[in-house]
Structures are given as structure tokens and as C-alpha cells.
């Protein structure tokens, strides 16, 4: 099954769960820092956040008045997104081909959802970011760290198959740089709580 379809599809079944699971980020005291930077950083103009899922790193965003609306691979997903936050855009899209004109963002963020594109998909979408950013443009990335390829069959009750690939901050800005962006912050982190793996943040620009 193409990994597009069977990253919906799980999402899709597991979505109510998965939102009911995740209602903000008040346990997250890194991210929240980073997001702040990240505000900072940014020029004004419109951020896409790339893999929304039910909205609550949008929501965030807009509390950091940023003008952020969300695009997300799950139809379900999204249907959450805008019951939970009206009035703010939630579309149905993918990071492999963003439905957005050439230099038409200020910024991306793309929150836990890079760790679903397999390797040869990679430049590709960091590609496809560096298109839609404008010169001046700022990138926020988190993902899972590591060096493995987890698959999950079972979550939230739901039969899904997902995969999760594990990489290392050097190599994300290592794909980074090779499109054309230029990254500027590193952050790693341990797990914490009940987290099983590493963390990687990465906030990069475009020259």
C-alpha cells in the first residue's frame, strides 16, 4: 500500500481517539519554548502547519498570534481541527505536494508528522518547502530521533499501518541544507514521561 494511503487511513481510524489523546501542550515546556522562538523569528504572513492532525499545535500558534492554518493527510483529522477551532483554516493535503503558490508562506511548522516520509520521499518535501516559503522564511520541524524504522499495527483500539522513521538532527538538517534551506537551530531531547524515544527540533530558514 502506497505510504499515503495507509498514513490516511490509519489516521483516519484512529482519529477521535488520537484527538481526545491530544488537547494541547501544556505538558510540553520545550516545545512551547521553541514555538515562542520560532514567533519571534518569523516574518509576518501566512505558516502552514504541515500535518495539523486535530489542531492543538495550531491552536497554540494562534495563541502566539501567528496567522498559522493547518493542513493535514486525514479528512478525519481535520474535521476535528475545524469542530475545535472555528473560524480557523483546516484543509486536506499532503507535504509532499503543498497546495500553496510559489514563495506565498511566511512559515512552516511541521509538528511530530516528518517522521512518517521515508527516506526517498525526503528532498522531496523539504523541496516542496523551500518552493511555498518566501525569501526571509522560517521553518519549525520536531520529530522522533534515532536510527530505526518503527511499524505499528494496533493503536488507540484501531488496526493502522504506520511506519516511523527514527532520524538523527544531523541528518534532517543534513536533507535541509541539500534543498536549499539552512538550518540554524538544533535541539535534541530524552524521552520523558511515558515517551519511548528521542526527540529532534530543527528551525531553519530561507535564504
Same mark, same amino acid.
Given at each position: 500500500?502506497?505510504?499515503?494511503?495507509?498514513?490516511? $487511513?490509519?489516521?483516519?481510524a484512529?482519529?477521535? @481517539?488520537?484527538?481526545?489523546?491530544?488537547?494541547?501542550?501544556?505538558?510540553?515546556?520545550?516545545?512551547?519554548?521553541?514555538m515562542? @522562538?520560532?514567533a519571534?523569528?518569523?516574518?509576518a504572513?501566512?505558516?502552514a502547519?504541515?500535518?495539523?492532525?486535530?489542531?492543538?499545535?495550531?491552536?497554540?500558534?494562534?495563541?502566539?498570534?501567528?496567522d498559522?492554518?493547518?493542513?493535514?493527510l486525514?479528512?478525519?483529522?481535520? /474535521?476535528?481541527?475545524r469542530?475545535?477551532?472555528?473560524g480557523?483554516?483546516? $484543509?486536506?493535503?499532503?507535504?509532499?505536494?503543498?497546495?500553496?503558490?510559489?514563495?506565498?508562506?511566511?512559515?512552516?511548522?511541521?509538528w511530530?508528522?516528518?517522521?512518517?516520509?521515508?527516506p526517498?520521499?525526503?528532498p522531496?518535501?523539504?523541496? $516542496?518547502?523551500?518552493?511555498v516559503?518566501k525569501?526571509?522564511g522560517?521553518?519549525?520541524?520536531?520529530?522522533?530521533a534515532?536510527?530505526?524504522?518503527?511499524?505499528r499495527?494496533? @493503536?488507540?483500539?484501531?488496526?493502522?499501518?504506520l $511506519?516511523?522513521?527514527m532520524?538523527?538532527?544531523?541528518?534532517? @538538517?543534513?536533507a535541509?541544507? /541539500?534543498?536549499?534551506?539552512?538550518?540554524?537551530?538544533?535541539?535534541?531531547?530524552?524521552?520523558?514521561?511515558?515517551?519511548r524515544?528521542?526527540?529532534t527540533?530543527?528551525?531553519?530558514?530561507?535564504?
Amino acid at each position: 500500500m502506497d505510504f499515503l494511503q495507509s498514513t490516511r $487511513e490509519s489516521y483516519d481510524a484512529m482519529a477521535p @481517539a488520537y484527538a481526545e489523546a491530544h488537547t494541547g501542550l501544556s505538558e510540553q515546556p520545550l516545545d512551547r519554548a521553541l514555538m515562542a @522562538a520560532f514567533a519571534e523569528l518569523v516574518p509576518a504572513g501566512p505558516i502552514a502547519e504541515l500535518g495539523s492532525g486535530p489542531g492543538q499545535t495550531t491552536a497554540h500558534l494562534r495563541e502566539l498570534e501567528l496567522d498559522v492554518f493547518g493542513i493535514d493527510l486525514s479528512p478525519q483529522m481535520v /474535521e476535528i481541527a475545524r469542530a475545535r477551532n472555528p473560524g480557523v483554516r483546516f $484543509e486536506v493535503g499532503s507535504m509532499t505536494a503543498i497546495d500553496e503558490p510559489d514563495e506565498s508562506l511566511a512559515g512552516i511548522v511541521s509538528w511530530f508528522a516528518l517522521m512518517h516520509i521515508p527516506p526517498s520521499e525526503l528532498p522531496g518535501v523539504f523541496a $516542496e518547502m523551500r518552493r511555498v516559503l518566501k525569501p526571509g522564511g522560517q521553518i519549525a520541524i520536531a520529530t522522533l530521533a534515532g536510527d530505526e524504522l518503527v511499524r505499528r499495527t494496533e @493503536a488507540f483500539g484501531q488496526e493502522i499501518e504506520l $511506519e516511523y522513521y527514527m532520524r538523527g538532527v544531523e541528518t534532517v @538538517a543534513t536533507a535541509m541544507s /541539500e534543498a536549499g534551506l539552512v538550518p540554524h537551530t538544533r535541539v535534541s531531547r530524552d524521552p520523558a514521561g511515558e515517551e519511548r524515544y528521542p526527540r529532534t527540533y530543527i528551525l531553519a530558514g530561507r535564504p
